[in-house]
C-alpha cells in the first residue's frame, strides 16, 4: 500500500517543488506525484487546483487512491486537449466510431450474403429475372446510402474521405467484382 511506505529520501515530490513548498513525510501528494513526473502533478494542478486534489484525495480510501490519481491525470490530459468536452468528448468519439463500424458491417454482411446467393451454385439459374432485378435494387440502396453517410461534410471515420459511388464497381448481378474494391479504412 502506498501509504505505508518507509520514509522518503531528502528530494521533494513534484507537487511540492511546483507548489515551491518544503515538502513533509507526511505529504499527501508524495506517494502519487514522484518527483521525475512533474508534469504529471503540473496538468491535474492546472485543471483541478491543488487544494480540490488535496480533497479528492483525502476522500478517497487509501487503497484506492492510486486508481483515482490516473483518473484525475487522465482526466486533466483530456480537458487540456479538448477544453469543452475533455474525456467526455474522447468518449462520444469512439462511441460514434463504433456505431459507425457496426453499420458498415451489417452492409458488408448483407452484400455477401446477396453476393454468395446470386453466386451460389445452382441458385443462380432458380431465381426468376424480377427476384434477381430486386436483389440488385435493394443492394444498390445499401451502397447509395453508405455513401451518403460518408460523403457527409462531418463524417471522418476513414481518414476524411468519403466514399465516392463511381469507386466501387458492380457487376452484372450487383455485386462487387472482387473484394479488392472495397473502401477499407486506411490505417
Same mark, same amino acid.
Given at each position: $500500500?502506498?501509504?505505508?511506505?518507509?520514509?522518503?529520501?531528502? +528530494?521533494?515530490?513534484?507537487?511540492?517543488?511546483? /507548489?515551491?513548498?518544503?515538502?513533509?513525510?507526511?505529504?499527501?501528494?508524495?506517494?502519487?506525484?514522484? +518527483?521525475?513526473?512533474?508534469?504529471?502533478?503540473?496538468?491535474?494542478?492546472?485543471?483541478?487546483?491543488?487544494?480540490?486534489?488535496?480533497?479528492? %484525495?483525502?476522500?478517497?480510501?487509501?487503497?484506492?487512491?492510486?486508481?483515482?490519481?490516473?483518473? /484525475?491525470?487522465?482526466?486533466?490530459?483530456?480537458?487540456?486537449? &479538448?477544453?469543452?468536452?475533455?474525456?467526455?468528448?474522447?468518449?462520444? /468519439? @469512439?462511441?460514434?466510431?463504433?456505431?459507425?463500424?457496426?453499420?458498415? %458491417?451489417?452492409?458488408?454482411?448483407?452484400?455477401?450474403?446477396?453476393?454468395?446467393?446470386?453466386?451460389?451454385?445452382?441458385?443462380?439459374?432458380?431465381?426468376?429475372?424480377? +427476384? @434477381?432485378?430486386? %436483389?440488385? &435494387?435493394?443492394?444498390?440502396? /445499401? $451502397?447509395?446510402?453508405?455513401?451518403?453517410?460518408? $460523403?457527409?461534410?462531418?463524417?471522418?471515420?476513414?481518414?476524411?474521405?468519403?466514399?465516392?459511388?463511381?469507386?466501387?464497381?458492380?457487376?452484372?448481378?450487383?455485386? $462487387?467484382?472482387?473484394?479488392?474494391?472495397?473502401?477499407?479504412?486506411?490505417?
Amino acid at each position: $500500500m502506498k501509504g505505508h511506505e518507509p520514509p522518503r529520501s531528502t +528530494s521533494s515530490c513534484a507537487a511540492c517543488k511546483f /507548489l515551491k513548498r518544503r515538502c513533509s513525510p507526511t505529504c499527501l501528494f508524495a506517494p502519487y506525484f514522484r +518527483s521525475d513526473e512533474p508534469q504529471k502533478f503540473a496538468k491535474v494542478h492546472k485543471v483541478f487546483g491543488a487544494s480540490n486534489v488535496a480533497k479528492i %484525495l483525502v476522500d478517497v480510501p487509501e487503497n484506492q487512491r492510486d486508481d483515482a490519481v490516473n483518473s /484525475l491525470v487522465y482526466e486533466a490530459e483530456a480537458r487540456l486537449r &479538448d477544453p469543452v468536452y475533455g474525456c467526455i468528448g474522447a468518449i462520444a /468519439l @469512439l462511441q460514434r466510431k463504433a456505431v459507425e463500424l457496426q453499420q458498415d %458491417l451489417a452492409v458488408a454482411q448483407t452484400r455477401l450474403a446477396r453476393c454468395a446467393a446470386v453466386a451460389g451454385g445452382g441458385m443462380a439459374s432458380s431465381l426468376s429475372t424480377s +427476384s @434477381l432485378s430486386v %436483389l440488385i &435494387d435493394q443492394d444498390r440502396f /445499401l $451502397m447509395n446510402s453508405l455513401s451518403e453517410i460518408m $460523403m457527409n461534410p462531418g463524417w471522418d471515420g476513414w481518414g476524411g474521405e468519403g466514399l465516392d459511388r463511381n469507386s466501387v464497381e458492380l457487376d452484372r448481378s450487383g455485386c $462487387m467484382d472482387e473484394l479488392s474494391q472495397l473502401p477499407f479504412p486506411k490505417g
